[in-house]
């Protein structure tokens, strides 16, 4: 492999992992503050769908991005009503809303199944950053989506471990009680961060349709919702973790597809298994963390999927 080859496929590492790490930090958020959301990939497809029919309706790429934001937000805002002031069970609800957004998906975007959108994101190159060699054209060369979804990585951090705000999340997820008698609303921290968590999926649904493949197909995710929860599991709850964890698929995802362009020994491996390679990743992945962390606790916030029924103060 020269050196063209393998910057290529570096680059393509970073546009694959960025819908896994946008859509896994948002989750990181919502579980933080102690909301289970498996409803990523239905949130995901309800924003690669809103961005491609806003976009190819209006001509406005950041029209379409901003409504696959809004649509998701508001199903995180139902998500939270349901699981936050209803009580309703996490699992169960998480399931609905993934059969919603498939459901929403298919039926919005029939009209624009293979349609290839005249706008799209196109990248944005940095000043001098884009010249280095190999870093410049691997990470400076990309579209705007790229470069929020790395700079997200610290302000997620930031907000966790060194804010106020960040603090009462975190104890929300760990134990309620206390940060109610401290003085936060448990519950409008609970919807924040889940609603929080939804528009981040939409965002990553929207890159996926306008900001790489640059159209729209029933199912496009292709479990990229159920990986992005894995890696938050991967990554411990930790937002740097979960920057490497979605790298480490995104590379998996490409070397997948580099591999039939290869031939070879590769062309003796079916191409089904091959594709099956990054969810047997993540497989592998959970198997050898809950053996690691068998009887020291792996990190999961103590009161994650716990609805909490505020007691009355005497």
Same mark, same amino acid.
């Given at each position: ?23 896994? &930090? ?9 909301? &289970?959301?498996?409803?990523l ?7 690669a769908?809103?961005?491609?029919v /806003? ?6 790429v950041?029209?379409g991005?901003?409504?696959?934001v809004?649509v998701?937000?508001a ?6 009503f ?14 609905a ?7 929403l998906?298919?039926f919005?975007g ?10 799209r994101?196109?990248?944005l190159?940095?000043p ?6 190999v870093?410049?054209? /691997?990470?400076f ?18 907000f966790?471990?060194r804010?106020?705000p ?7 997820g ?5 940060v109610?008698?401290?003085g ?15 528009g981040?999926a ?10 790489y493949l640059?159209s729209?197909?029933?199912g ?5 919702g ?10 411990a ?7 490497f ?15 039939? /362009? ?9 191409v089904?298994?091959m594709?099956m ?5 993540a497989?592998? /992945?959970l198997?050898?963390?809950a053996?690691?962390?068998r ?11 716990v609805?909490?029924?505020r007691?009355e103060?005497?």
């Amino acid at each position: 492999m020269n050196e063209a080859m393998l910057i290529g496929l570096l680059a393509a590492t970073v546009s694959a992992a960025t819908p896994l790490l946008l859509a896994g &930090l948002g989750e990181l958020v919502a579980e933080r503050s102690g909301v &289970l959301n498996l409803g990523l990939e239905g949130l995901m497809l309800t924003g690669a769908m809103t961005a491609v029919v /806003v976009t190819a309706s209006t001509g406005s790429v950041l029209g379409g991005i901003a409504a696959a934001v809004a649509v998701t937000m508001a199903m995180g805002a139902a998500f939270a009503f349901l699981t936050v002031t209803i009580r309703a069970d996490h699992i169960v609800t998480g399931l609905a809303i993934v059969l919603v957004g498939d459901g929403l998906s298919q039926f919005f975007g029939k009209a624009f199944v293979g349609v290839n959108l005249q706008d799209r994101l196109a990248p944005l190159a940095i000043p001098v950053l884009r010249d280095l060699p190999v870093l410049g054209p /691997v990470l400076f060369r990309q579209n705007v989506l790229v470069y929020f979804s790395l700079l997200a990585v610290p302000l997620v951090w930031l907000f966790l471990y060194r804010t106020r705000p960040g603090l009462a999340l975190r104890a929300a997820g760990e134990r309620p009680s206390a940060v109610d008698v401290a003085g936060w609303n448990v519950v409008r921290i609970r919807y924040l961060a889940v609603i929080f968590g939804a528009g981040m999926a939409g965002l990553a649904g929207a890159f996926l349709s306008v900001g790489y493949l640059g159209s729209w197909a029933n199912g496009m995710t292709a479990g990229q919702g159920w990986i992005a929860l894995a890696l938050v599991i991967f990554a411990a709850w930790h937002p740097v973790r979960l920057l490497f964890g979605a790298y480490l698929f995104g590379f998996a995802y490409i070397m997948v597809f580099q591999a039939q /362009v290869l031939g070879g020994v590769f062309q003796l491996v079916s191409v089904y298994l091959m594709q099956m390679a990054p969810y047997l990743l993540a497989l592998l /992945v959970l198997m050898l963390i809950a053996a690691r962390s068998r009887g020291r606790g792996d990190g999961t916030p103590a009161a994650l999927a716990v609805p909490y029924v505020r007691e009355e103060r005497t």
